[in-house]
């Protein structure tokens, strides 16, 4: 596909376990962000990958949160010990490589829903 | 660390009518600045940037954007509304050299025919 792809579409999952959200970017595409957005509410910044730099991890909420980029290319969102205030979109981008101004495409998101 | 404020959470046009979205940021330095739009249950779609050059920026769907570096202001325009234009407009700033890119709590937009 030519898009920023992102799976599970929907999760649901019990309140103290942990969740995994995928993101395969755009082919050669080298930057990658992860965003929330809760009901009602704008795009909070959780962390970006460019490259083999490391990540700018400075939106991530708590330490349950963390992220990986394998190989330069997928990407790994995991949520431990989720709770219900984590329930939201999480959507992810990507960005060609290196330049400052480049468009940044987004998913389709993954709804996450702690019950 | 870079801002974006858009001061309205909600804009009501009629059908035909020109349209007006705020947005304005606070950055070091020369910014870069970006529209996107969302529909019900979709992800962000891109309609315009300003990266350099003519202040007036063209971008998707007939939607322009005028850049003003004394009001720090980069407002979302246009001259005719449609009701399928009615969805939620997020404005974005990112510093001139870097890569994180911040956006605002969004604008939902209604057009009424």
């Known amino acids: 596909g030519a898009g920023v792809s992102q799976s599970p579409s929907n999760k649901v999952t019990e309140k103290g376990k942990d969740v995994e959200l995928r993101c395969d970017p755009i082919?050669?595409?080298?930057?990658l962000y992860w965003y929330r957005q809760s009901l009602g509410q704008g795009l909070e910044f959780l962390i970006y990958?460019?490259?083999?730099?490391?990540?700018?991890k400075s939106g991530l909420p708590s330490d349950r949160f963390s992220a990986e980029r394998t190989g330069g290319s997928v990407s790994t969102l995991t949520i431990q010990r989720t709770q219900q205030e984590d329930s939201a979109v999480y959507l992810c981008?990507?960005?060609?490589?290196?330049?400052?101004?480049?468009?940044?495409?987004f998913g389709e998101g993954s709804w996450l829903t702690v019950v | 660390a870079q801002s974006v404020a858009q001061p309205e959470d909600q804009v009501n046009v009629a059908e035909g009518n020109p349209l007006t979205v705020k947005c304005t940021y606070s950055v070091s330095g020369n910014p870069y600045l970006f529209w996107y739009v969302q529909y019900p249950n979709r992800g962000l779609q891109f309609l315009l940037k300003y990266i350099t050059g003519d202040n007036l920026v063209k971008g998707s769907y007939g939607f322009e954007a005028e850049f003003n570096k004394s009001q720090t202001s980069f407002h979302l325009k246009k001259p005719s509304a449609l009701v399928s234009d009615s969805a939620l407009y997020f404005c974005a700033v990112r510093e001139n050299g870097g890569f994180k890119t911040i956006f605002g709590a969004g604008t939902r937009l209604f057009v009424k025919a």
């Open positions: 990958f460019q490259g083999n730099s490391a990540p700018d």
């Open positions: 981008a990507s960005s060609p490589t290196g330049v400052s101004g480049n468009t940044i495409y």
């Open positions: 082919s050669g595409h080298t930057a």
